[in-house]
C-alpha cells in the first residue's frame, strides 16, 4: 500500500528519511552506503540538525504555493530494499 507523507517543515523531510529507510528494512549504514553518506550525517540528517536550506527551500516553496509530497511503497518483511537514486549511469569511453 502506497504511504504518503505530506512535508511542511525541514524537519518533516529530514524525519521521513529515516521513516521511509525503517519501511524498508534498511539500517542507517546500508542506506548510508547506498547513498554515499557516512552513516553518521545520515543520523543527523534524520534527526533534523543538517535541514537549515531545506527549511528554506520549503518555505519559498510554500510562499507561491506549492506542496511537497514524500510517497513510497512499504516493503513486505523480508524483501529486498529497491535501489534508484535517480542517477543516470552511462558508459563514456575513449574513441
Do not use: F
Not at 512499504?74 to 569511453?93: C, I, K, N, Q
Amino acid at each position: 500500500m502506497t504511504r504518503q507523507i505530506r512535508i511542511r517543515t525541514g524537519h518533516e523531510l529530514t524525519a521521513a528519511v529515516g521513516e521511509v529507510r525503517r519501511s524498508q528494512g534498511l539500517t542507517q549504514q546500508e542506506l548510508a552506503d547506498i547513498a554515499g553518506l557516512a552513516r553518521s550525517y545520515l543520523a543527523q540528517i534524520e534527526v533534523g540538525r543538517t535541514s537549515s536550506v531545506i527549511e528554506h527551500a520549503l518555505r519559498a516553496l510554500r510562499r507561491m504555493g506549492a506542496t511537497v509530497t514524500v510517497t513510497y511503497d512499504p516493503l513486505e518483511p523480508g524483501a529486498g530494499a529497491p535501489v534508484d537514486d535517480g542517477v543516470e549511469r552511462g558508459t563514456s569511453g575513449a574513441a
